[in-house]
């Protein structure tokens, strides 16, 4: 029977060596990814403190462009105010010479009739005057018939040439 608990022994010696030795392997392969991660997890450190620096200019870029922004909206709020005001200046200068025109016209309706008479009695004055120098001119120009025949005659043959 001693055999028998040497042989035992012996047996649970080599199935705890193969058992190490196997553990060893494993603990060594988990060695060399524990080291790939490792290395992994420094590119990534790298990489993610060239990203957090990237950000930074970025946000520091975005938040000077938003004050420029902000300010040239400022400046075009003054544009459109100015350009509001022409535009109720311009209004109100039409409801003025709309009350002007309203107030002209009905004035001419109302003076309708004294404007004819002024038409017509100026009609009278020009057709007067018409006369008054019409015949002064005829008492003045009254030249000898052959005069006036050769001065005709004369015409004729310079537009016959």
Do not use: C
């Amino acid at each position: 029977m001693q055999i028998i608990l040497y042989l035992s022994v012996a047996l649970i010696a080599i199935a705890f060596f193969i058992l190490v030795i196997s553990l060893t392997k494993t603990l060594k392969a988990m060695k060399e990814t524990l080291e790939s991660v490792s290395n992994t997890l420094d590119g990534l450190e790298g990489q993610l403190k060239g990203v957090t620096g990237e950000t930074t200019m970025l946000l520091h870029k975005t938040n000077v462009l938003a004050d420029d922004i902000q300010g040239k909206v400022e400046k075009l709020d003054t544009v459109v105010h100015a350009v509001q005001d022409v535009g109720n200046t311009i209004q109100d200068m039409n409801d003025s010479l709309r009350k002007v025109t309203t107030s002209v016209s009905s004035v001419m309706v109302r003076n309708q009739d004294k404007v004819a008479q002024v038409v017509q009695w100026g009609a009278v004055v020009k057709e007067l005057k018409d006369k008054w120098f019409g015949e002064k001119n005829k008492q003045h120009d009254k030249k000898p018939f052959d005069s006036e025949v050769k001065i005709q005659t004369h015409q004729l043959e310079r537009s016959n040439s």
